[in-house]
């Protein structure tokens, strides 16, 4: 398997997952035309995508959906709670209801090779979830737009080779920031969005042997940056209640306008 973030931040969210034979992608949060030049440099194009799975409604996360779902036929999965808020926004544009498969929290679905399973995650949308995505005897996840994290979302993120969980704030950035009170009680709330010192306590408490790499994504661009959101990461996981160090991982921070980088496993 290998995974790539094409893009991951508050102003757009795109991250592909594939094997041999089955190539997938985890939101479409920014233009067709950026998803389709990632794809290129992954050797692919946008025929080649099995599948489009759609975390929420928001526009960060599906900027770009409509214009590659037409233009390519691609199948879209999503649960019935978001598929709902899409249909009566404008976003979509013209589209083939055709193209929307529902799928339900905590009930695997097949994709090609791959086993998708989501689940459910506490943000303020209509019914937004996470993935996990196993093929090959090795499994992903991609986990972000969350304002806690649960016992539940920790059993599903368990036993990981790779994930991207999001980091995407500093906490006191966001409290002394311009940011109205209300907005800023929305992103610290159990529905908004998890800080860069929730995102080290929950890796301390997914942490194991068998992890090969962390991807930090999500990151606001007004209220963190990538060097402290790594760090402080690090620090949480070095000195929290566990038997692992920051560097027995391979941590990195997704950006907002540049490519991960293929993570192969």
Do not use: W
């Not at 035309?33 to 489009?52: F, M, V």
């Not at 937004?128 to 995505?133: D, E, S």
């Not at 529905?191 to 962390?214: F, M, P, Q, Y």
Request: aromatic fraction near 6%; charged fraction near 25%.
């Amino acid at each position: 398997m290998r995974m790539c973030s094409i893009a991951s931040g508050s102003s757009g969210n795109c991250v592909y997952i594939g094997t041999e034979t089955t190539h997938i992608l985890v939101d479409a949060g920014i233009s067709c035309r950026r998803i389709e030049q990632g794809l290129k440099a992954l050797d692919l194009a946008g025929r080649d995508i099995s599948g489009i799975l759609i975390t929420h409604e928001h526009a960060d996360h599906i900027q770009g959906l409509g214009v590659l779902a037409r233009r390519h036929h691609i199948p879209v999965y999503l649960t019935g709670g978001t598929a709902d808020a899409l249909f009566r926004g404008k976003a979509l544009g013209e589209v083939d209801k055709e193209l929307f498969h529902e799928i339900r929290e905590d009930e695997y679905f097949a994709l090609g090779d791959m086993q998708i399973r989501p689940f459910t995650v506490p943000h303020d949308a209509a019914q937004p979830v996470g993935y996990r995505v196993e093929a090959c005897g090795r499994a992903a996840a991609v986990a972000t737009d969350m304002g806690k994290y649960t016992d539940y979302i920790v059993d599903n993120l368990e036993k990981l080779d790779v994930m991207l969980i999001e980091s995407n704030h500093d906490l006191n950035m966001l409290q002394v920031g311009p940011y109205p009170y209300n907005l800023k009680l929305r992103i610290m709330g159990d529905r908004g969005h998890l800080s860069n010192e929730n995102a080290g306590r929950l890796l301390c408490r997914i942490a194991h042997d068998r992890l090969k790499t962390v991807l930090l994504g999500h990151l606001s661009k007004d209220n963190n940056y990538e060097e402290l959101a790594y760090e402080t990461v690090c620090s949480e996981l070095t000195m929290g209640d566990n038997p692992y160090k920051a560097g027995d991982f391979d941590i990195r921070v997704a950006g907002r306008n540049e490519m991960s980088g293929v993570i192969t496993f």
